[in-house]
């Protein structure tokens, strides 16, 4: 139980197209769905967190207008990368939590952007 | 501010043994979640063990278990008969209302298994 599939795995796409990278909890409703960005080497950096029909709380320094997040339903939340550069490259995961805050958080297998 | 501390950027052992990662946090409250997750070369984030700080029993999972102490803020991972499957990044984690409901990870223990 508790799967999370996020799509695309990895995307190539040239500097200043917008990608859309999708999260779905398959087998539970996810209240809440976060998204991260994780460097090499690193560990996760959260960019915002999203709970169905609301607004995204997006992390200092994270630009809301780059990153558009949305999520319409309990199993779904999407990211856009706006006028993708270089430096968006990175290493996207989404998680998802079915309940309380004290529950876990459930990964996707993440996306590995690469903006040329 | 709310900080994980895992000490071991890396750690070694062979097929077959045992081997305890280490993670120390610092927090006020008394009621926070602490969770080990891992992360294979294939880098889908993998819950492995959880601890509710109410409780007092360590958790255990199968080969994986828990040390948690309390007072110390210590919540180390050890990991019986080490297998090939295991070798992954090694990532503790907080929640707590002080880290306003959001994990505060660590920075990871490399896990390197030796046939």
């Known amino acids: 139980g508790a799967v999370v599939s996020q799509h695309p795995s990895w995307v190539i796409c040239k500097s200043g197209t917008s990608v859309k990278i999708e999260c779905r909890s398959l087998?539970?409703?996810?209240?809440?769905m976060f998204w991260y960005r994780q460097f090499p080497k690193q560990s996760l950096m959260l960019m915002a967190t999203?709970?169905?029909?609301?607004?995204?709380?997006?992390e200092q320094g994270v630009e809301k207008d780059k990153f558009l997040i949305n999520h319409a339903s309990l199993t779904l939340s999407t990211l856009t990368v706006t006028s993708a550069h270089p430096e968006d490259s990175s290493f996207y995961i989404c998680?998802?939590?079915?309940?309380?805050?004290?529950?876990?958080?459930?990964f996707g297998d993440g996306t590995r952007l690469s903006i040329l | 501010a709310q900080t994980v501390t895992q000490s071991q950027p890396e750690m070694s052992v062979q097929e077959a043994e045992t081997v305890t990662l280490s993670c120390t946090y610092d927090?006020?409250?008394?009621?926070?979640?602490l969770f080990w997750y891992k992360q294979p070369p294939s880098r889908q984030m993998i819950l492995v063990i959880r601890?509710?700080?109410?409780k007092q029993q360590n958790a255990t999972e199968n080969r994986f278990s828990v040390n948690f102490q309390k007072a110390a803020k210590s919540f180390s991972l050890k990991i019986s008969d080490s297998q090939l499957g295991d070798a992954a990044m090694y990532f503790c984690?907080?929640?707590?209302?002080?880290?306003?409901?959001?994990?505060?990870w660590g920075a990871g223990t490399k896990l390197i298994i030796k046939p």
């Open positions: 999203s709970n169905e029909g609301s607004k995204a709380t997006y």
């Open positions: 984690a907080y929640i707590s209302m002080d880290s306003n409901y959001q994990l505060i």
């Open positions: 087998d539970f409703q996810a209240t809440t």
């Open positions: 601890q509710e700080a109410y």
């Open positions: 998680s998802a939590r079915g309940g309380a805050f004290y529950q876990p958080q459930h």
């Open positions: 927090t006020s409250e008394s009621d926070y979640y």
